[in-house]
C-alpha cells in the first residue's frame, strides 16, 4: 500500500509560480513510476506530467509542456511539479499518482493505482 499526501496549491495570478509536492510512504519510492493528473469540474481527468522510477524518463502533455517541470528525490520519496507562466485555464484540483506495476512513464490513468487527495490550484486573470 502506498499514501500520498499533496501540497503546495493555492490562489495564484496568471503568470505566476507555484510548486506541488507529493510525499509518499509505505513502499519503497524508488520503485514508483509518478504522474499529475488535474481535474475541473464537470471534466475529464488529464495527465499533466510523468516521471519514471530513475527520472530517465518524463512526459508532459501538450498544454503545459515548456511551463511545467516533474522532479522527483528518491532520497526523500517527494515528487514535485514546478509550475510557471500560470493560466487561468490551469486552475485545477492536481492529484498525484503512482504506477507500482509498470516500468518508465505510463500515459494511461488506469496504470496508477494509488491516488492522493488531491490539492487546488486556482489561476486568477
Known amino acids: 500500500q502506498v499514501s500520498l499526501v499533496e501540497s503546495g496549491g493555492g490562489l495564484v495570478q496568471a503568470g505566476g509560480s507555484v510548486r506541488l509536492s507529493c510525499s509518499a510512504s509505505?513502499?519503497?519510492?524508488?520503485?514508483?513510476?509518478m504522474a499529475w493528473f488535474r481535474q475541473v469540474p464537470g471534466k475529464e481527468g488529464e495527465i499533466v506530467a510523468a516521471i519514471s522510477q530513475g527520472s530517465g524518463s518524463t512526459y508532459y502533455a501538450d498544454s503545459v509542456a515548456g511551463r511545467f517541470t516533474v522532479s522527483r528525490d528518491n532520497a526523500k520519496a517527494v515528487v514535485y511539479l514546478q509550475m510557471n507562466s500560470l493560466k487561468p485555464e490551469d486552475t485545477a484540483a492536481y492529484f498525484c499518482a503512482a504506477d507500482s506495476r509498470s516500468w518508465g512513464v505510463s500515459r494511461q490513468k488506469h496504470d496508477y493505482e494509488y491516488w492522493g487527495q488531491g490539492t487546488q490550484v486556482t489561476v486568477s486573470s
Open positions: 509505505g513502499r519503497s519510492f524508488s520503485t514508483l513510476a
